[in-house]
């Protein structure tokens, strides 16, 4: 079975572009959620998505969107880029909603440069 | 605001030492959960812990919940360089959703041949 796909890799980007990142979850997982790392404030929950609509959202300002597709897919938007938004952005997929013991199967990642 | 404390924050050991990674908060959880990460990769899910007291070996690696489910301990015998990695400890505090996990700061383990 395949893993949580995320896309690209990498990305360098200029303060004030966007920057759009990809997310596939592992087959059967309907579940998606979105997470910030940076070495000084570890792993942050941005949002998180269950048949297209999202179920929650961390603390992040507006310029950090999400939207979820009919067959689980996920992208996150980040628009007018700082420099402090360099990060690891994870993605992470889970089965079942419901259950108490959330297990979350993370991707490798996007590293975000902004230049 | 529920917050994971974990220590040490850095550990650098030669092989075949032992260590005991800590994971600390001043709130109860439901479960608790162990991951690693290696560079440039995601953290995989290590094992879930539930039951307060609850011990499950992995290995080489021995996890502990504490007894209040507040802490959880993560030993490794015999360290070998495949233990080098970021562990991150978190908490789930009840319900089905991926907010309501709460992650530790983590402790980057490195291992000396």
């Known amino acids: 079975k395949a893993g949580v796909t995320q896309t690209p890799r990498y990305l360098i980007k200029t303060r004030g572009q966007q920057v759009t990142l990809s997310c596939s979850p592992i087959?059967?997982?309907?579940?998606v959620s979105w997470y910030q790392q940076t070495p000084g404030q570890g792993l942050q929950f941005l949002f998180e998505?269950?048949?297209?609509?999202?179920?929650n959202k961390g603390n992040f300002p507006g310029r950090f969107s999400g939207r979820q597709f009919s067959n689980s897919r996920s992208e996150m938007n980040v628009s007018t880029l700082e420099l402090g938004d360099s990060a690891l952005y994870l993605c992470a997929s889970s089965l079942v909603v419901g259950a108490t013991n959330e297990k979350l199967f993370f991707g490798s990642g996007t590293q975000l440069s902004v230049l | 605001t529920q917050l994971l404390e974990q220590s040490p924050q850095f550990l650098s050991i030669q092989e075949g030492e032992n260590l005991t990674v800590y994971c600390n908060s001043s709130s109860v959880f439901s479960s608790l959960q162990w991951y690693r990460q290696e560079p440039g990769e995601g953290p995989v899910l290590l094992v879930t812990v539930v039951t307060g007291g609850e011990v499950k070996k992995l290995k080489r690696l021995t996890f502990q919940f504490g007894d209040a489910r507040k802490d959880s301990s993560l030993h490794i015998t015999a360290a070998q360089p495949g233990d080098t990695g970021l562990y991150l400890c978190a908490g789930a505090g009840g319900g089905s959703s991926a907010s309501k996990i709460i992650f530790g700061s983590g402790t980057r383990l490195s291992i000396r041949p």
């Open positions: 998505y269950f048949s297209e609509t999202q179920r």
């Open positions: 087959s059967g997982h309907r579940s």
